[in-house]
């Protein structure tokens, strides 16, 4: 059978990750990496892989299944997006939560004209937490829901940090508060503060000659990032930095705790533990590139997103596999 | 807006867990109690609501969008669910996962002729654990899958006791082997002998005079259900198996532990802690017959799965409100 042909379009840690991914999932090959750098100057993992630049993709429609875009989702995407669905089934891991409708629209926009599946915001969180939250609320409509995330790196959160004057360099982690997620899974459905539900510490490297205590201070004052958190923050060299703080782990928790019939208690629990972010996502994105590869077989178009995606779709396996196998 | 009209088939545990997740589901209402003893023998728990002879069903088409069947697999599901399926868009809770290909064979030759959606072996396992362990080998291919069940009940390891020569009653508990799930979680993906995953828990009341060494033996040694795992008997007062052991909690957990990259280590996990196995059950059937009745709406036909089931299908907001909430 032939093989589904995926190409990656952007070549960071996300792109590098579906690269990797591709290699383990037999069904699909790597079909070209585009770039907006010099393809030259790329050198990919995967010996004999083609690199293109981003500008020749539309030329290569016929060599293309599905594209994952692998950009950032502040710029890189909210453009790629609606450009490249033009063209091609896609998947994104846009993962602005409140820029998700807009984002929507203009990739439906594009698909809908194209005729091409475009799967957004794929990944974990939105991705596979935010399908766990439906399953949750849909299975026990009277309960509440808990999304915790880490430990791990917030990019978001350690570039902060290094705005701020005298940090040459800073990963920080968000930390998930165990005793409230005890007390979840125990029964209870509180209404946690955000200060109760995370931690938040920082690694942070200073400019010879910088104000530690002025550093510290500004980084535990800074709105929307730290002021509404208990955050510690440890000041140590780039060595023990670069050595201690290189991997990217990450994960998380959604529980939904409700109840049925007279206050009898349910808890349901999805947790992800990852060792790295990226290649776990990139992986996740590679699942859901066969799921629009399949759609778009049937004729289907438009945007969807992880909820739109009956899950038979993402594996390799038959109907009748499935039934035997899995359910 | 109409609400979707949910008849049960069957008023056992199941049927009677049903009727309550109704009463949690705006969208959704009791057009009538299917069954098959005397209709008026039956008590239901919601005042006003309509007990009719299973016999009855195939005339009732009009009033019924969505028939949940509550029966066994052992031989109710197989007769009920290719008839009713004639009539009605069905939901059931087929779980001898054995026999899942024939009887979704049965129940879709029936559902495709009639043209009416048929949902088979929704529930939690098979369910919402077949949805995760099909996450998990679709997210992370190269890795290693386990399910635990329990601490919980277990209806038939419970009755193979009660078979047993001077038992007058039982409850057996299936309980997972926390330092198995512990090395999971860790990373490692152990190869475990059945004893290494679950132990079993028996609290029997004995017939005045019956042998308790010899019931023990017996227990113990009985081929399938306690030959392989380690084995506690306890040997309880009926009143005591009355007060302390009533109760149907259950659980469980999928993990998938597997790698990305150059052994990069990844764990992803689903658990439920249950204080109501047929409570739990019956939600998750509810949410599922809201799918049969969307799919049935937009021309589909035939037995799906879980597996086959696009989540948003699940829940009662629309594809704007999912995205902008729950996303």
């Not at 060599?63 to 994104?92: H, K, R, W």
């Not at 629990?269 to 990139?282: A, D, G, I, R």
Request: proline share 6%.
């Amino acid at each position: 059978m032939a093989k589904i042909k995926v190409g990656i379009a952007g070549y960071g840690n996300l792109g590098r990750g579906v690269e990797l991914a591709l290699q383990q999932n037999e069904d699909m090959e790597l079909a070209g990496i585009f770039t907006r750098r010099d393809p030259k100057s790329l050198v990919p993992q995967t010996p004999g892989a083609k690199v293109f630049a981003l500008a020749d993709a539309p030329s290569m429609q016929a060599e293309i299944d599905v594209m994952i875009l692998c950009g950032g989702s502040a710029t890189d995407l909210p453009e790629q997006g609606p450009q490249l669905a033009q063209y091609f089934n896609t998947i994104d891991s846009f993962d602005t939560h409140a820029k998700i409708p807009q984002h929507f629209a203009a990739v439906d926009a594009a698909a809908a004209r194209s005729g091409h599946v475009a799967i957004i915001s794929v990944g974990w969180d939105p991705g596979l937490f935010s399908l766990n939250r439906l399953l949750g609320e849909a299975s026990l409509p009277q309960g509440a829901s808990y999304t915790f995330w880490g430990r791990g790196v917030s990019q978001g959160h350690s570039d902060a940090i290094r705005r701020v004057p005298g940090v040459k360099d800073a990963k920080q982690y968000t930390v998930p508060v165990q005793s409230a997620i005890d007390r979840i899974r125990g029964g209870e459905t509180p209404a946690f503060t955000t200060r109760e539900k995370h931690l938040r510490e920082c690694f942070v490297v200073l400019q010879p000659g910088a104000d530690a205590v002025a550093v510290e201070k500004t980084i535990k004052e800074m709105p929307n990032y730290f002021a509404d958190y208990d955050t510690t923050v440890h000041f140590i060299s780039e060595e023990e930095l670069r050595r201690e703080h290189a991997a990217m782990p990450h994960g998380g928790f959604v529980i939904r705790s409700g109840q049925t019939g007279e206050g009898t208690r349910q808890v349901m629990e999805f947790s992800l533990k990852l060792e790295s972010n990226p290649e776990f996502t990139s992986s996740v994105l590679v699942a859901y590139a066969r799921a629009a590869y399949r759609l778009a077989k049937e004729g289907q178009s438009g945007a969807k997103t992880v909820l739109d995606i009956a899950p038979a779709y993402l594996s390799p396996k038959s109907g009748e596999a499935l039934r035997a196998e899995l359910l």
